[in-house]
Protein backbone atom coordinates (compact mmCIF):
# COMPACT_ATOMS: atom_id res chain seq x y z
CA UNK A 1 0.00 0.00 0.00
CA UNK A 2 1.24 3.43 -0.45
CA UNK A 3 1.99 6.24 2.08
CA UNK A 4 1.08 9.70 2.16
CA UNK A 5 3.19 12.02 4.12
CA UNK A 6 3.02 15.43 4.49
CA UNK A 7 5.51 17.17 6.69
CA UNK A 8 6.60 20.81 4.89
CA UNK A 9 5.82 23.59 2.59
CA UNK A 10 7.51 26.42 1.30
CA UNK A 11 5.71 28.69 2.91
CA UNK A 12 5.84 29.59 6.77
CA UNK A 13 4.14 30.96 9.35
CA UNK A 14 5.33 33.35 11.99
CA UNK A 15 3.97 34.18 15.46
CA UNK A 16 5.98 36.34 17.46
CA UNK A 17 3.16 36.81 20.51
CA UNK A 18 4.02 35.30 24.18
CA UNK A 19 0.27 34.57 25.17
CA UNK A 20 -0.89 31.87 21.91
CA UNK A 21 -3.37 30.19 22.83
CA UNK A 22 -2.22 26.51 22.96
CA UNK A 23 -4.11 23.09 23.55
CA UNK A 24 -3.56 20.95 27.32
CA UNK A 25 -1.12 18.40 25.80
CA UNK A 26 2.21 19.03 25.78
CA UNK A 27 4.12 15.12 25.67
CA UNK A 28 7.57 14.29 25.07
CA UNK A 29 7.64 12.58 21.56
CA UNK A 30 9.22 9.00 22.51
CA UNK A 31 6.09 9.23 25.16
CA UNK A 32 3.36 10.69 23.42
CA UNK A 33 0.41 8.36 22.66
CA UNK A 34 -3.09 8.68 20.64
CA UNK A 35 -5.22 11.19 22.36
CA UNK A 36 -8.50 11.39 21.34
CA UNK A 37 -9.89 14.48 22.57
CA UNK A 38 -7.85 18.05 24.07
CA UNK A 39 -9.19 21.16 25.38
CA UNK A 40 -8.03 24.30 25.87
CA UNK A 41 -9.87 27.49 27.47
CA UNK A 42 -7.77 30.37 25.60
CA UNK A 43 -11.02 31.48 23.86
CA UNK A 44 -12.74 32.53 26.41
CA UNK A 45 -12.67 36.52 25.77
CA UNK A 46 -13.70 35.64 21.67
CA UNK A 47 -16.62 33.15 23.32
CA UNK A 48 -17.88 36.02 25.83
CA UNK A 49 -18.36 38.76 23.01
CA UNK A 50 -19.87 36.45 20.46
CA UNK A 51 -22.21 35.23 23.34
CA UNK A 52 -23.12 38.73 24.22
CA UNK A 53 -23.75 39.40 20.76
CA UNK A 54 -26.08 36.52 20.31
CA UNK A 55 -27.86 37.13 23.76
CA UNK A 56 -29.08 40.41 21.92
CA UNK A 57 -29.96 38.80 18.74
CA UNK A 58 -32.60 37.10 21.28
CA UNK A 59 -33.38 39.73 23.92
CA UNK A 60 -36.38 40.44 23.13
CA UNK A 61 -38.56 37.02 22.05
CA UNK A 62 -41.52 39.12 20.75
CA UNK A 63 -39.81 41.60 18.32
CA UNK A 64 -37.95 39.93 15.25
CA UNK A 65 -34.29 41.41 14.93
CA UNK A 66 -33.57 44.22 12.20
CA UNK A 67 -31.37 42.43 9.74
CA UNK A 68 -33.34 39.19 10.00
CA UNK A 69 -30.36 36.76 11.43
CA UNK A 70 -33.04 35.15 13.87
CA UNK A 71 -34.95 34.26 10.39
CA UNK A 72 -31.77 32.69 9.01
CA UNK A 73 -31.13 29.40 10.81
CA UNK A 74 -31.96 25.97 8.90
CA UNK A 75 -33.77 23.53 11.10
CA UNK A 76 -31.67 20.48 10.13
CA UNK A 77 -33.37 17.55 11.37
CA UNK A 78 -32.73 14.20 9.26
CA UNK A 79 -33.72 10.45 9.88
CA UNK A 80 -30.94 8.07 9.12
CA UNK A 81 -32.78 6.54 5.80
CA UNK A 82 -33.48 9.95 4.47
CA UNK A 83 -32.05 10.57 1.21
CA UNK A 84 -31.03 6.98 1.11
CA UNK A 85 -33.59 5.14 -0.06
CA UNK A 86 -31.10 4.01 -3.18
CA UNK A 87 -28.42 2.25 -1.30
CA UNK A 88 -28.22 -1.14 -1.00
CA UNK A 89 -27.56 -3.41 1.99
CA UNK A 90 -27.16 -7.02 1.74
CA UNK A 91 -26.82 -10.59 3.77
CA UNK A 92 -25.10 -13.47 3.28
CA UNK A 93 -28.07 -15.11 2.22
CA UNK A 94 -27.65 -12.82 -1.48
CA UNK A 95 -25.80 -15.81 -2.62
CA UNK A 96 -25.21 -13.75 -6.44
CA UNK A 97 -23.72 -10.60 -5.19
CA UNK A 98 -20.36 -9.68 -6.36
CA UNK A 99 -18.11 -9.10 -3.25
CA UNK A 100 -16.00 -6.29 -5.21
CA UNK A 101 -19.13 -4.03 -5.43
CA UNK A 102 -18.28 -0.55 -3.34
CA UNK A 103 -22.27 -0.56 -2.52
CA UNK A 104 -22.21 -3.49 -0.16
CA UNK A 105 -22.66 -2.16 3.39
CA UNK A 106 -23.09 -4.76 5.60
CA UNK A 107 -21.81 -8.38 5.53
CA UNK A 108 -24.25 -8.94 8.68
CA UNK A 109 -27.17 -11.07 8.77
CA UNK A 110 -30.03 -8.41 8.20
CA UNK A 111 -32.94 -9.48 10.81
CA UNK A 112 -36.29 -8.91 9.47
CA UNK A 113 -37.38 -5.08 10.27
CA UNK A 114 -34.28 -4.29 11.60
CA UNK A 115 -33.17 -1.93 7.86
CA UNK A 116 -36.31 -0.30 8.48
CA UNK A 117 -35.61 0.16 12.38
CA UNK A 118 -32.64 1.26 11.70
CA UNK A 119 -33.90 4.36 8.63
CA UNK A 120 -36.19 5.70 11.83
CA UNK A 121 -33.48 6.45 13.94
CA UNK A 122 -32.74 10.11 14.51
CA UNK A 123 -29.76 11.04 12.69
CA UNK A 124 -29.50 15.05 13.40
CA UNK A 125 -31.79 17.11 15.19
CA UNK A 126 -30.84 20.79 15.77
CA UNK A 127 -30.75 24.70 14.73
CA UNK A 128 -27.79 25.87 12.27
CA UNK A 129 -26.58 28.90 10.68
CA UNK A 130 -23.15 29.65 8.95
CA UNK A 131 -21.13 32.12 11.47
CA UNK A 132 -20.72 34.79 8.96
CA UNK A 133 -24.70 35.00 8.10
CA UNK A 134 -24.99 35.30 12.04
CA UNK A 135 -22.06 37.85 13.30
CA UNK A 136 -21.12 41.28 11.84
CA UNK A 137 -17.73 41.56 10.17
CA UNK A 138 -15.44 42.42 12.81
CA UNK A 139 -16.72 39.71 15.61
CA UNK A 140 -16.52 36.72 12.60
CA UNK A 141 -13.30 38.38 11.68
CA UNK A 142 -11.68 37.56 15.35
CA UNK A 143 -13.44 34.57 15.49
CA UNK A 144 -11.42 33.23 12.65
CA UNK A 145 -8.33 34.93 13.85
CA UNK A 146 -8.72 33.52 17.59
CA UNK A 147 -9.38 30.03 16.43
CA UNK A 148 -6.74 30.07 13.75
CA UNK A 149 -4.45 31.15 15.81
CA UNK A 150 -5.26 28.10 18.06
CA UNK A 151 -5.01 25.84 15.29
CA UNK A 152 -1.45 26.97 14.31
CA UNK A 153 -0.17 25.56 18.22
CA UNK A 154 -0.57 22.42 16.11
CA UNK A 155 0.20 23.46 13.03
CA UNK A 156 -2.81 23.24 11.27
CA UNK A 157 -3.46 27.00 10.19
CA UNK A 158 -6.63 26.72 8.35
CA UNK A 159 -10.53 26.09 9.17
CA UNK A 160 -13.39 25.20 7.43
CA UNK A 161 -16.51 27.63 7.61
CA UNK A 162 -17.59 27.48 10.70
CA UNK A 163 -21.18 26.47 11.66
CA UNK A 164 -23.09 27.99 14.75
CA UNK A 165 -25.33 24.98 16.03
CA UNK A 166 -27.91 25.48 18.66
CA UNK A 167 -29.84 22.75 20.41
CA UNK A 168 -33.13 22.77 22.72
CA UNK A 169 -35.74 20.10 23.58
CA UNK A 170 -35.05 17.14 22.37
CA UNK A 171 -32.53 17.72 20.00
CA UNK A 172 -29.35 15.47 19.41
CA UNK A 173 -27.14 14.27 17.12
CA UNK A 174 -26.65 10.15 16.38
CA UNK A 175 -23.00 8.36 16.30
CA UNK A 176 -21.03 9.42 12.65
CA UNK A 177 -17.47 9.97 11.67
CA UNK A 178 -16.95 12.82 9.61
CA UNK A 179 -16.10 13.37 5.85
CA UNK A 180 -11.99 14.14 5.62
CA UNK A 181 -12.47 18.32 6.07
CA UNK A 182 -9.41 18.10 8.02
CA UNK A 183 -6.86 16.19 10.55
CA UNK A 184 -9.02 17.65 14.07
CA UNK A 185 -12.51 18.69 14.51
CA UNK A 186 -13.15 21.25 17.03
CA UNK A 187 -16.35 22.72 19.14
CA UNK A 188 -16.15 26.29 20.50
CA UNK A 189 -18.79 26.33 23.37
CA UNK A 190 -20.96 29.53 23.67
CA UNK A 191 -23.18 27.36 26.54
CA UNK A 192 -23.85 29.01 29.47
CA UNK A 193 -24.02 26.56 32.32
CA UNK A 194 -26.74 25.05 34.12
CA UNK A 195 -29.11 26.67 31.60
CA UNK A 196 -30.16 22.67 30.29
CA UNK A 197 -29.19 19.52 30.46
CA UNK A 198 -27.40 17.06 28.32
CA UNK A 199 -25.93 18.35 25.31
CA UNK A 200 -22.49 16.27 25.77
CA UNK A 201 -20.09 15.36 22.74
CA UNK A 202 -20.07 11.71 22.63
CA UNK A 203 -17.57 9.67 21.49
CA UNK A 204 -16.38 6.15 21.20
CA UNK A 205 -13.59 5.33 23.75
CA UNK A 206 -10.39 3.97 21.94
CA UNK A 207 -10.87 0.36 23.63
CA UNK A 208 -13.92 -0.17 22.00
CA UNK A 209 -12.83 0.95 18.80
CA UNK A 210 -10.37 -2.27 18.92
CA UNK A 211 -12.32 -4.28 20.93
CA UNK A 212 -11.67 -7.55 19.77
CA UNK A 213 -7.41 -7.14 20.51
CA UNK A 214 -6.53 -8.00 23.78
CA UNK A 215 -10.54 -9.05 24.35
CA UNK A 216 -11.08 -9.86 27.74
CA UNK A 217 -14.37 -12.07 28.19
CA UNK A 218 -14.77 -11.95 32.26
CA UNK A 219 -15.22 -8.40 32.10
CA UNK A 220 -19.01 -6.94 31.10
CA UNK A 221 -19.33 -3.22 30.20
CA UNK A 222 -21.59 -0.21 30.78
CA UNK A 223 -21.94 3.06 29.24
CA UNK A 224 -18.84 4.57 30.93
CA UNK A 225 -17.05 2.03 29.27
CA UNK A 226 -18.13 2.45 26.39
CA UNK A 227 -18.73 5.77 25.67
CA UNK A 228 -17.07 9.50 26.73
CA UNK A 229 -19.17 12.18 27.77
CA UNK A 230 -17.32 16.23 27.34
CA UNK A 231 -19.84 18.67 28.92
CA UNK A 232 -20.13 21.66 26.46
CA UNK A 233 -19.88 24.26 29.78
CA UNK A 234 -17.97 26.56 30.56
CA UNK A 235 -18.42 29.24 27.98
CA UNK A 236 -15.32 29.28 25.92
CA UNK A 237 -14.02 25.98 26.07
CA UNK A 238 -12.77 24.55 22.81
CA UNK A 239 -12.28 21.34 22.24
CA UNK A 240 -10.25 19.45 19.30
CA UNK A 241 -11.17 15.72 18.61
CA UNK A 242 -10.08 13.22 16.66
CA UNK A 243 -13.39 13.31 13.62
CA UNK A 244 -12.97 9.57 12.67
CA UNK A 245 -13.91 8.28 15.99
CA UNK A 246 -17.85 7.86 16.02
CA UNK A 247 -18.86 11.02 17.73
CA UNK A 248 -22.51 12.76 18.46
CA UNK A 249 -24.06 15.07 20.75
CA UNK A 250 -26.39 13.65 23.36
CA UNK A 251 -30.07 14.78 23.84
CA UNK A 252 -30.70 17.95 24.76
CA UNK A 253 -33.30 18.84 27.62
CA UNK A 254 -34.89 21.26 30.13
CA UNK A 255 -35.72 24.38 27.32
CA UNK A 256 -37.14 24.81 24.47
CA UNK A 257 -35.72 29.12 24.57
CA UNK A 258 -33.02 29.81 22.18
CA UNK A 259 -31.40 31.57 25.30
CA UNK A 260 -30.85 28.88 27.03
CA UNK A 261 -29.78 26.14 24.77
CA UNK A 262 -26.69 24.37 23.65
CA UNK A 263 -24.95 26.87 21.53
CA UNK A 264 -21.77 25.89 19.76
CA UNK A 265 -19.39 26.92 16.82
CA UNK A 266 -17.93 24.24 15.52
CA UNK A 267 -15.50 23.09 12.15
CA UNK A 268 -12.27 21.91 11.03
CA UNK A 269 -8.70 22.58 11.27
CA UNK A 270 -6.96 21.75 8.44
CA UNK A 271 -4.28 22.82 6.37
CA UNK A 272 -0.89 21.56 7.67
CA UNK A 273 1.73 24.07 7.47
CA UNK A 274 4.91 24.51 9.51
CA UNK A 275 4.38 27.30 12.73
CA UNK A 276 7.08 29.45 13.88
CA UNK A 277 6.86 30.63 17.71
CA UNK A 278 8.85 32.89 19.47
CA UNK A 279 11.36 35.94 19.06
CA UNK A 280 11.56 35.42 15.20
CA UNK A 281 11.46 38.96 14.25
CA UNK A 282 13.87 38.55 11.20
CA UNK A 283 11.78 36.89 8.57
CA UNK A 284 14.75 36.64 6.44
CA UNK A 285 16.08 34.04 8.96
CA UNK A 286 12.91 32.23 9.41
CA UNK A 287 12.85 31.75 5.74
CA UNK A 288 16.39 30.55 5.79
CA UNK A 289 15.64 28.27 8.66
CA UNK A 290 12.23 27.07 7.12
CA UNK A 291 14.61 26.30 3.97
CA UNK A 292 17.04 24.12 5.93
CA UNK A 293 14.14 22.38 7.74
CA UNK A 294 12.74 21.51 4.47
CA UNK A 295 15.95 20.30 3.39
CA UNK A 296 16.82 18.66 6.60
CA UNK A 297 13.37 16.73 6.70
CA UNK A 298 13.52 15.13 3.10
CA UNK A 299 15.69 11.81 4.02
CA UNK A 300 13.16 11.62 7.27
CA UNK A 301 10.19 11.55 4.56
CA UNK A 302 11.93 8.99 2.28
CA UNK A 303 12.76 6.96 5.10
CA UNK A 304 8.99 6.94 6.29
CA UNK A 305 7.82 6.48 2.81
CA UNK A 306 10.29 3.37 1.74
CA UNK A 307 8.14 0.88 3.09
CA UNK A 308 10.36 -0.06 5.88
CA UNK A 309 8.53 1.51 8.69
CA UNK A 310 4.94 -0.10 9.16
CA UNK A 311 1.87 1.89 7.80
CA UNK A 312 0.20 4.28 10.03
CA UNK A 313 -2.54 6.76 9.72
CA UNK A 314 -3.84 10.13 11.22
CA UNK A 315 -1.83 13.30 12.10
CA UNK A 316 1.45 13.96 14.75
CA UNK A 317 2.00 18.03 15.49
CA UNK A 318 5.53 18.10 16.60
CA UNK A 319 6.97 21.15 18.76
CA UNK A 320 10.89 21.84 18.67
CA UNK A 321 11.81 23.97 21.17
CA UNK A 322 15.41 25.50 20.74
CA UNK A 323 17.68 27.30 22.93
CA UNK A 324 19.48 30.93 22.32
CA UNK A 325 22.49 28.68 20.69
CA UNK A 326 20.70 27.17 18.15
CA UNK A 327 20.15 23.77 19.74
CA UNK A 328 16.97 21.52 19.98
CA UNK A 329 15.70 21.36 23.52
CA UNK A 330 12.77 18.94 23.51
CA UNK A 331 10.64 17.48 20.76
CA UNK A 332 7.12 17.30 22.04
CA UNK A 333 4.06 15.82 20.81
CA UNK A 334 1.31 18.32 20.56
CA UNK A 335 -0.99 16.82 18.68
CA UNK A 336 -1.06 12.99 17.76
CA UNK A 337 -3.88 10.50 16.68
CA UNK A 338 -1.39 8.32 14.93
CA UNK A 339 -2.84 4.67 14.29
CA UNK A 340 -1.40 1.45 12.70
CA UNK A 341 -2.85 0.41 9.96
CA UNK A 342 -3.97 -3.23 10.90
CA UNK A 343 -4.28 -4.05 6.78
CA UNK A 344 -0.23 -3.04 6.69
CA UNK A 345 0.56 -5.56 10.19
CA UNK A 346 3.62 -7.82 9.65
CA UNK A 347 3.98 -9.43 13.03
CA UNK A 348 7.06 -10.71 14.03
CA UNK A 349 10.00 -8.48 12.60
CA UNK A 350 12.37 -10.16 14.26
CA UNK A 351 14.15 -11.37 17.65
CA UNK A 352 15.51 -9.85 20.84
CA UNK A 353 18.61 -10.99 22.75
CA UNK A 354 16.76 -13.62 25.08
CA UNK A 355 15.05 -15.16 21.37
CA UNK A 356 11.99 -13.43 22.05
CA UNK A 357 10.00 -12.35 19.12
CA UNK A 358 9.94 -8.91 18.53
CA UNK A 359 6.84 -7.69 17.34
CA UNK A 360 5.92 -4.58 15.27
CA UNK A 361 4.94 -1.69 16.22
CA UNK A 362 4.54 0.82 13.47
CA UNK A 363 3.35 4.15 15.19
CA UNK A 364 6.71 3.78 17.79
CA UNK A 365 9.05 3.39 15.15
CA UNK A 366 7.28 6.09 13.37
CA UNK A 367 7.74 8.81 16.26
CA UNK A 368 11.14 7.07 17.23
CA UNK A 369 12.39 7.99 13.87
CA UNK A 370 10.26 11.41 13.63
CA UNK A 371 11.95 11.95 16.99
CA UNK A 372 15.94 11.15 16.49
CA UNK A 373 15.70 13.72 13.03
CA UNK A 374 14.18 16.33 14.47
CA UNK A 375 16.36 16.64 17.71
CA UNK A 376 19.70 16.59 16.31
CA UNK A 377 18.57 19.84 14.20
CA UNK A 378 20.44 22.56 14.96
CA UNK A 379 19.27 26.33 13.96
CA UNK A 380 20.83 29.54 13.71
CA UNK A 381 21.85 31.36 17.05
CA UNK A 382 19.03 33.77 18.76
CA UNK A 383 17.01 34.18 21.67
CA UNK A 384 15.27 31.55 24.26
CA UNK A 385 11.73 31.05 23.65
CA UNK A 386 12.00 30.28 20.10
CA UNK A 387 10.10 26.79 19.04
CA UNK A 388 8.53 25.54 15.67
CA UNK A 389 5.53 23.01 14.86
CA UNK A 390 6.21 20.88 12.75
CA UNK A 391 3.36 18.94 11.14
CA UNK A 392 3.12 15.08 9.48
CA UNK A 393 -0.53 14.45 8.07
CA UNK A 394 -0.53 10.12 6.91
CA UNK A 395 -3.35 9.16 5.38
Known sequence: MTKTLESTTVEYNIDTETNTPIFNVKTSLPESTYTQVMAS??????????????????????????KGERFCWDPWFVKVGDGLQNQHRYTHEDENEDEDDENLVDTQLILDGEEEAVNKQTQYSLKR??????????????????????????????????????????DMQNLHTDAPHGPC?????????????????ILLKPQILELWRGFDGS??????????????????????????????????????????????IHGWFNQPEVCWFGPW????????????????????????????????????A??????????????????????????????????????RPVMEDAVSDVKLTV?????????????????????????
Not at 240 to 248: A, L, N, S, T
Not at 371 to 395: I, T
Open 318 to 355: CRVEIDADGYVEDVFGVCDTLQADNNDFRGVIGYDESD
Open 129 to 170: IQSNNFFNEDDFGDLVQDLTQLGRSIGLTAITPPWISLYTQG
Open 371 to 395: YENLKNLHFEDGENGRSVVVPFAFE
Open 41 to 66: LDLQPIATKLRERYDDHFKDPRQPDS
Open 185 to 201: AFVLSLCNEGDFEGGET
Open 281 to 316: NDEDAVGRMNAMLDEALQPLVETIGSGDIGRVVGYL
Open 219 to 264: KGLETGGIMRYIPPSPLGKCIVFDPRVPHGVSQVMGTNDPRKGRVV
